[in-house]
């Protein structure tokens, strides 16, 4: 089988994006990111090396799209 750096073993076609790009999606700090995965609320990373993390982007998108959308509404005299 043959992999790459930039897909994990388990799933040869699966893209994963780095720790960057996952900020970039969820806007969601690396602290906060590894609290809410210990809770079981966030995709679990894949461990590349001792130095590199990954996530599989199918699994970043569902989560963003499960969040729950919340909307502001209008303040009073500010029409």
């Known amino acids: ?7 994990p073993e388990s799933e040869p076609n699966e893209i994963v994006i780095n720790e960057q ?3 970039f ?3 969601v700090s690396r ?3 590894f609290q809410l995965e210990r809770l079981g609320q966030f995709p ?7 130095n590199t993390n990954v996530w599989k982007l199918s ?3 569902a989560w963003v ?5 919340v ?7 500010n029409q």
């Open 21 to 23: 790009q996952r900020q």
């Open 1 to 7: 089988m043959n992999t790459s750096f930039f897909t």
């Open 31 to 33: 602290a906060h990111a």
């Open 44 to 50: 679990q990373r894949i461990k590349l090396n001792a």
């Open 71 to 77: 909307e502001l509404k209008q303040m009073e005299g």
């Open 25 to 27: 999606i969820t806007s």
């Open 65 to 69: 799209r499960a969040c729950p959308v």
């Open 59 to 61: 699994e970043i998108v």
